[in-house]
């Protein structure tokens, strides 16, 4: 019996406004355990793409129809979730509403890049965040 | 339960002679079904990174320590393996000696570029070819 790691996906969602000035990017509130503040998110579905269930998830977790840009990289630490080892596969991508919690998610809200709450990132998403920020542009980057 | 698709990675490795020139790339012939000519890859195992598991994967199946240069981009159609929803992880690699089939693979070769047996290859590697001979450089891709 094949055995592999839970395989989720998060999304870094840059919000723009009606005039296209960017606002931020979208973090939540989650509901369940572990609480506390991520980026919104979930697991892949056996049956549909990665990039699939990215927009999914966006969907039920913070109400957006979002548009992907390109893959930020593969998070595959086997410490990174405290329950199990779930790899994660993280898309840029960008929406031009503000969101609106649900699933998961208690609240969304959009955060300014300058105001990011580094110490209450949850899993590896302050690292997440950190490659992000140093790889705008969107290059490939692993770890 | 959670029930997400099988994780699996599978490596572009490019082999350099002693003199530091380019040789090809490796493929295997698969010794199991689904029988044919592939990229050499396997399963990620729980608790490796996948990066771990792209190296040890080409130590079993083709007897090479590489050296992984980038991600590639994450492959998750559902249809792309015959057997199950496999989502493969592809890194680019390079090493330098010659490969030895093993493991699943029941021989290894060198390919140059200019000689990839695209009809014969299996899964979609030949679209990860594709991407790999458009990306080079490596830049972030993903379908």
Chains 1, 2 share one sequence.
């Not at 998060?10 to 960017?22: A, L, N, Q, R």
């Not at 979002?66 to 930020?72: C, T």
């Not at 969101?99 to 300014?112: E, L, M, Q, S």
């Not at 140093?134 to 692993?142: H, L, P, T, Y």
Request: proline share 6%; with cysteine; glycine share 10%.
């Amino acid at each position: 019996m094949i055995q592999t790691p839970y395989l989720a996906t998060d999304g870094i969602v840059k919000i723009f406004d009606e005039s296209g000035s960017f606002q931020g990017i979208v973090l939540i509130e989650r509901k369940n355990e572990p609480r506390g503040i991520a980026l919104p998110g979930g697991f892949v579905e056996i049956g549909e793409r990665v990039e699939e269930g990215c927009r999914r998830e966006m969907r039920e977790e913070i109400g957006l129809e979002v548009e992907i840009e390109g893959l930020l990289g593969v998070y595959s630490d086997p410490k990174r979730d405290p329950r199990f080892h779930v790899v994660s596969v993280v898309f840029v991508a960008r929406a031009y509403a503000p969101p609106v919690g649900g699933d998961d998610a208690k609240r969304a809200f959009i955060v300014p890049l300058e105001e990011i709450p580094w110490r209450e990132l949850l899993f590896d998403h302050a690292t997440i965040l950190q490659d992000f920020l140093g790889a705008r542009g969107i290059k490939s980057c692993w770890r």
